[in-house]
């Protein structure tokens, strides 16, 4: 009678062993069925063995059409006519041999890297961390006010879509707020609410709020918690101001390609 281990260890080795032996059954049926595509093909082709051509056999789309052109060799008139006796199609081919298709044009758009956020990112989502949250950006701004005459607030807000016709647009529901490059603060008002903190921070004149059409974020603050998002200065009207040109109505991303060369997800 064999111990515990031993049999663990049979059996363990017939598992290894039945994956290896179907591995090796795979490849041999993958090979016995390219070598019967490879009879049926030599079966279906008229030439002797001796008379066919070694190394690649074009298909026999590209086979048919080198044969038209090879009857119709050094008669333009005949060339053209076998062209334009095929039946038309949305991408040209490269004359009499079609081998392969060529590709129609598209509209090929530059793939950018894409724009990673080395900062900290701080959740706020309860009344009280928002409060404190806000606190800090306001010490902060009057602080920074001190040695600098503008002091810039990024501010964005999110809500949930609605695809019902004649369904109320639903409330702000996330707010991101970046005062400088290493934290960013990600603030659920959905749950929170505006505390008074928050209230003093978006209406205190000290900051200037940026966005990119920021007004309609404002605006959207004001219908749905009261509260008065000011100073705006919109990031599209003053791209438009300092690249010149066609003014074009920017939105965050197109905006950062078009300054950094870099994508946002």
Same mark, same amino acid.
């Given at each position: 009678?064999?111990?515990?281990?031993?049999?663990?260890? %049979?059996?363990?080795?017939?598992?290894?062993?039945?994956?290896?032996?179907?591995?090796?059954?795979?490849?041999?049926y993958s090979s016995a069925?390219? =070598?019967?595509?490879?009879?049926?093909?030599?079966?279906?082709?008229?030439?002797?063995?001796?008379?066919?051509?070694?190394?690649?056999? *074009?298909?026999?789309?590209?086979?048919?059409?080198?044969?038209?052109? #090879?009857?119709?060799?050094?008669?333009?008139?005949?060339?053209?006519?076998?062209?334009?006796? =095929?039946p038309p199609s949305s991408?040209? !081919?490269?004359?009499?041999? =079609?081998?392969?298709?060529?590709?129609?044009?598209?509209?090929?758009?530059?793939?950018?890297?894409?724009?990673?956020? =080395?900062?900290?990112?701080?959740?706020?989502? !309860?009344?009280?961390?928002?409060? #404190?949250?806000?606190?800090?950006?306001?010490?902060?701004?009057?602080?920074?006010? #001190?040695?600098?005459?503008?002091?810039?607030?990024?501010? %964005?807000?999110?809500?949930?879509?609605?695809?019902?016709?004649?369904?109320?647009?639903?409330?702000?529901?996330?707010?991101?707020?970046?005062?400088?490059?290493?934290?960013?603060?990600?603030?659920?008002?959905?749950?929170?609410?505006?505390?008074?903190? *928050?209230?003093? *921070?978006?209406?205190? !004149?000290?900051?200037?709020?940026?966005?990119?059409?920021?007004?309609? %974020?404002?605006?959207?603050? !004001? @219908?749905?918690? @009261?509260?008065?998002?000011?100073?705006?200065?919109? *990031?599209?009207?003053?791209?438009?101001?300092?690249?010149?040109?066609?003014?074009?109505?920017?939105?965050?991303?197109?905006?950062?390609?078009?300054?950094?060369?870099? #994508?946002?997800?």
């Amino acid at each position: 009678m064999e111990k515990d281990g031993d049999s663990f260890l %049979d059996w363990d080795w017939d598992l290894v062993a039945e994956e290896e032996l179907r591995a090796i059954e795979a490849v041999y049926y993958s090979s016995a069925k390219k =070598r019967r595509i490879s009879s049926d093909l030599d079966a279906d082709d008229p030439a002797p063995l001796h008379s066919r051509p070694s190394g690649r056999r *074009l298909p026999d789309w590209g086979r048919a059409d080198a044969t038209e052109s #090879q009857c119709h060799g050094g008669h333009g008139g005949g060339v053209a006519t076998a062209i334009a006796d =095929r039946p038309p199609s949305s991408c040209p !081919t490269n004359g009499a041999w =079609r081998v392969s298709p060529l590709r129609c044009p598209g509209n090929f758009k530059v793939r950018y890297p894409t724009m990673a956020y =080395r900062g900290s990112i701080i959740y706020c989502r !309860t009344a009280p961390e928002v409060e #404190q949250a806000s606190m800090e950006l306001l010490n902060k701004i009057r602080s920074m006010k #001190q040695c600098m005459d503008h002091v810039s607030l990024g501010f %964005d807000i999110e809500w949930r879509p609605v695809f019902k016709r004649g369904e109320a647009p639903r409330k702000a529901a996330v707010m991101q707020i970046c005062l400088e490059n290493a934290r960013c603060y990600v603030m659920h008002i959905i749950h929170s609410g505006i505390p008074p903190g *928050l209230k003093c *921070l978006l209406e205190d !004149t000290v900051s200037v709020k940026v966005g990119v059409c920021i007004a309609n %974020d404002a605006w959207k603050m !004001t @219908n749905d918690y @009261n509260v008065c998002v000011e100073p705006l200065e919109d *990031l599209s009207s003053l791209a438009n101001l300092k690249l010149g040109g066609v003014p074009k109505r920017w939105s965050l991303a197109s905006l950062t390609e078009m300054i950094t060369c870099k #994508q946002v997800l």
